[in-house]
């Protein structure tokens, strides 16, 4: 009660059979799994069973088991079981047990058998339910409603997954799904059964599309006329399967798109499952999953492209209030400089270089005006000169604003370094603005030199590429401009300039540390130190960010404005904040309380440095003052004769002397003339 299809023998030791359905879906398998054999040389059996002598009790389960009986009692090394349309649970028991003899066994089409087989080949019905989804989004991508067609489990949950995917997004076309529970066929199962459902969902809700999942609703032999009589509405036809009559459907639109299953795949992959196991002894998974097959008529007119330019629009507001926020902040900083230029706080900080330090800030803050820019979508219409000069605007101030503002900084609290340290060994110290001027001349030569090189040999250029991804017609969508430079020496010339300005960074924090211990009122070690830790932490926590909101060029706009604010607002309020809290405590005061005040930071800041010196040579600190101040000051240089200041006992810290009287000494010390070492440490930080 069997046909038995033997094919060409291979090998005698090695032996394959195939149980599958009757129907013309299963052609294709048997071609697949014949082909297959005869390319691995091995002895294949290929069986379709015959239900037309059932009664007398005989049913199709019997009909199967006994098959799967006799081959297992002629020895066969591996089993594939298809969509029969036996029970499968009769199955299962005899599954086992070749399961246990060590007898690979796959299903295939359809996993119907509730035992321990060795793999399902066939179609991944979640991934064939995305694709029926992806292929009705591609007809109409306007969206609307569907109703679902022969309902199968996987197949219906990854359609709904990715056909309602961006339904929260407001720039997408939306889907929602009919399920009306009120329409009910009264005709019996079958083809002509699921033909009553569409046609009374199609009179009641109109829907966008039908979503058939199964073969057996498009074999209605009424199917044209029931496409014909709702084809006023528009309705999309997606259906399952490639069988000739669906094809012979679809050329002549009686049915939009097919996703098919490919049957040839699986008896070809059946028989090279039950090899690699059998014989190579490899380990496969639970699924196999094999390919599927789109078809659809492409329309004349294809739906229109509406192309994503990532353009900033309004955004770019943003980056030019950040800009102009920073601007407004430094010319108030500059101002209040000039305003209380004369006041003994800003004196003994130096404003020139408080100046400095915020025309840097300015500077790098004005790269958020070229990093603003937009094309609008069409960067063929500036020049060469223009795309260049935009993009590499951006390192050029970048650069040289963060180069002169930390030249600065590290200018100026090098200047009080050498002052206090010099003074605190008694020797004349007189550090004019020009003495350190040379470092910062030296670091912004480097920077210019480098950023010339980059300009000259391999620039920047500003230009407009479309983004990896395309629309279901295999169009570009999406467009963003960027700077890009056409070798790649580019990133040499950054990497050298980065290196410079972390030289830079590194050498004004060595220097704001060595001035630790000196009063804020000549040095912003800990302010600097507080920029730094802030910087630190929106680069640790903002670099990584960039790097993944590369592709996106919004957010990665969004994110490099923010960054370049916080940096530049950090440094300009850490160094004069304080400042300005300082001149208004100092304002109050008397001009005597003022250089009384004045005087006493200025000892600390000195005795601090004496101390720390002596502790690091080994020396109490007391003694060495008695030794040193017991010597009046030497000649300077130039010969000129210091004998109108006199150091003694200003550092000695004798156990019968009181600190009014050290404190007296200091200010006599900055009251001296102009030739006195504590006179040029004020007189010098104020120049």
């Not at 306007?142 to 961006?166: H, N, P, Q």
């Not at 009559?245 to 679809?250: A, G, I, M, V």
């Not at 211990?517 to 920029?531: C, D, M, P, R």
């Amino acid at each position: 009660f069997a046909v038995l299809l033997l094919l060409t023998p291979g090998s005698q030791a090695l032996r394959f059979a195939a149980l599958s359905g009757s129907s013309d879906f299963f052609l294709p398998v048997e071609q697949g799994w014949k082909d297959n054999c005869k390319f691995l040389g091995v002895d294949c059996t290929y069986i379709i069973p015959d239900f037309s002598n059932l009664g007398n009790g005989t049913t199709s389960a019997d009909v199967c088991e006994e098959i799967l009986l006799q081959l297992r009692q002629e020895g066969i090394d591996g089993l594939a079981i298809g969509n029969t349309g036996c029970d499968g649970t009769r199955m299962a028991p005899i599954v086992e047990e070749l399961e246990n003899e060590g007898i690979p066994v796959v299903l295939f089409d359809r996993d119907f058998v509730p035992a321990n087989r060795t793999a399902y080949v066939g179609t991944d019905n979640k991934m064939m339910g995305r694709t029926m989804a992806r292929l009705l989004k591609q007809l109409r991508p306007e969206g609307g409603t569907f109703v679902i067609v022969g309902s199968v489990d996987d197949r219906d949950e990854g359609f709904v997954e990715e056909v309602t995917r961006d339904n929260d997004r407001d720039d997408r076309a939306q889907w929602n799904q009919i399920d009306d529970p009120t329409i009910v066929s009264d005709l019996p199962g079958g083809s002509s059964r699921y033909a009553d459902l569409m046609d009374q969902y199609a009179e009641k809700h109109n829907p966008t599309a039908f979503i058939i999942m199964r073969q057996t609703p498009m074999r209605f032999a009424n199917w044209t006329q029931l496409v014909d009589t709702h084809r006023h509405r528009g309705i999309t036809y997606i259906g399952t399967d490639g069988s000739d009559y669906q094809l012979s459907y679809l050329h002549r639109k009686y049915v939009d798109g097919l996703i098919g299953q490919l049957p040839y795949e699986f008896g070809s992959v059946s028989v090279q499952t039950l090899y690699d196991v059998a014989v190579d002894k490899k380990e496969v998974g639970n699924t196999v999953a094999t390919n599927l097959v789109a078809y659809n008529l492409i329309p004349l007119e294809l739906p229109d492209l509406a192309v994503d330019q990532n353009l900033l629009h309004g955004l770019k507001y943003l980056g030019w209030i950040c800009f102009g926020l920073i601007a407004l902040t430094v010319i108030g900083c500059i101002m209040w400089t000039y305003v209380n230029r004369d006041g003994i706080v800003v004196r003994a900080s130096q404003p020139a270089f408080l100046v400095m330090t915020a025309l840097g800030v300015l500077i790098m803050g004005s790269t958020l005006i070229p990093l603003s820019f937009d094309d609008n979508g069409n960067p063929f219409a500036m020049s060469d000169s223009k795309r260049i000069g935009i993009c590499m605007s951006v390192p050029w101030l970048s650069f040289t604003g963060f180069t002169i503002t930390f030249s600065a900084l590290f200018s100026k609290t090098w200047r009080i370094n050498t002052l206090v340290n010099m003074s605190s060994h008694f020797v004349r110290a007189k550090v004019e603005t020009r003495d350190v001027i040379g470092p910062f001349l030296a670091l912004i030569t480097c920077n210019w030199i480098v950023l010339l090189c980059w300009t000259f040999i391999d620039p920047l250029k500003y230009d407009r590429e479309f983004l990896p991804g395309t629309d279901f017609w295999n169009r570009e969508f999406a467009s963003a401009g960027s700077c890009k430079s056409e070798n790649l020496s580019s990133i040499a010339f950054l990497i050298l300039l980065g290196f410079l300005n972390v030289l830079v960074l590194g050498i004004a924090c060595f220097q704001a540390f060595k001035a630790r211990n000196i009063q804020t009122e000549f040095s912003e070690a800990t302010y600097i130190g507080l920029a730094m830790f802030t910087l630190a932490q929106a680069f640790l926590s903002g670099i990584p960010i960039v790097v993944v909101v590369r592709e996106i060029p919004v957010a990665y706009y969004l994110v490099l404005t923010f960054l370049i604010f916080l940096l530049c607002m950090a440094i300009i309020l850490f160094i004069f904040l304080p400042k300005v809290s300082l001149q208004k405590k100092y304002k109050k005061m008397t001009p005597r309380d003022q250089q009384n005040m004045m005087a006493s930071k200025l000892k600390k800041s000195m005795d601090f440095n004496k101390a720390e010196q002596a502790s690091s040579t080994n020396l109490p600190s007391r003694e060495g003052s008695k030794h040193i101040s017991d010597k009046p000051v030497s000649e300077n240089r130039s010969g000129a004769s210091q004998s109108n200041f006199s150091v003694s006992g200003y550092f000695e810290k004798k156990e019968d002397k009181k600190e009014d009287k050290e404190l007296t000494k200091a200010k006599m010390q900055i009251e001296m003339s102009e030739s006195s070492t504590g006179q040029d440490l004020v007189q010098s930080s104020t120049d």
